[in-house]
């Protein structure tokens, strides 16, 4: 693809699959890894066991966030429930593709149940996020903020970490403290609380759809449409081998 047809988004989108979503993923973990360390430089410095949980328990919601960002760009802003959503950075899901995702997956014999499944699971994961999205309307630079928000939001680590929580707390106080100072110089105080306050609520139903994901992607692990070298579900298993 051409760099410059990349950079504007101007590409035709492909129907999205089980193997486009698979190598999606795999290509979104490695970015973060370039990604993160370039907005919090102190990412660099810490264990690597540390940065693997925080990128573990990152990138679903990353790429919910950056998939709405670039629909909001493609077709402009929110006004309703979205036609599709982004599976990767080249290919959509909707109610359309649902038939086929799953015709390139490791093993076809309970394709058809898994679909079902897909279908019901991407309607009730978009319906989960629809309401706060309405009601928030995020523009650009929020979809950037809450990137930033987001990673930070470790409340739903596997243990306790001191060192992440004390660092996770200072970053959300320097994005918010920044948030409030531009809301202050645009809209006021008063209205910039409120969409703060609707940052909140967005990144909690994004976190509630990402616990649906964990359990949708047991089924298929226990439909055999994922085995254990689909790297989605090695991610979610805290698989070392994610690294390779």
Known sequence: MDPFVA?????????????????????????????VPAVFPEFDRLPIADKWLLIRNYQKIFHFVDSNLRTHRRYGPYSGMYVHVFGSYTSYQSAETVKGFFNNCPDLTNALEAERIYRECLQLNCGKIDSPLHNLMPTED?????????????DNLEESNEMLEGLATRYRTEILTDLAERYHQTIGMDEGAVRIGGMYCLIMALKNAEMSMKWEYEVYRMLNVFDDNTYMYKLQMHRTDCYE
């Open 142 to 154: 929020e979809y950037l903020a809450l990137m930033c928000l987001s990673f930070w939001s470790i």
């Open 7 to 35: 950079e504007k988004e101007e590409y035709d989108l492909a129907p999205c699959t089980y193997q486009l979503m698979n190598e999606g993923t795999r290509i979104l973990v490695s970015g973060l890894a370039d990604f």
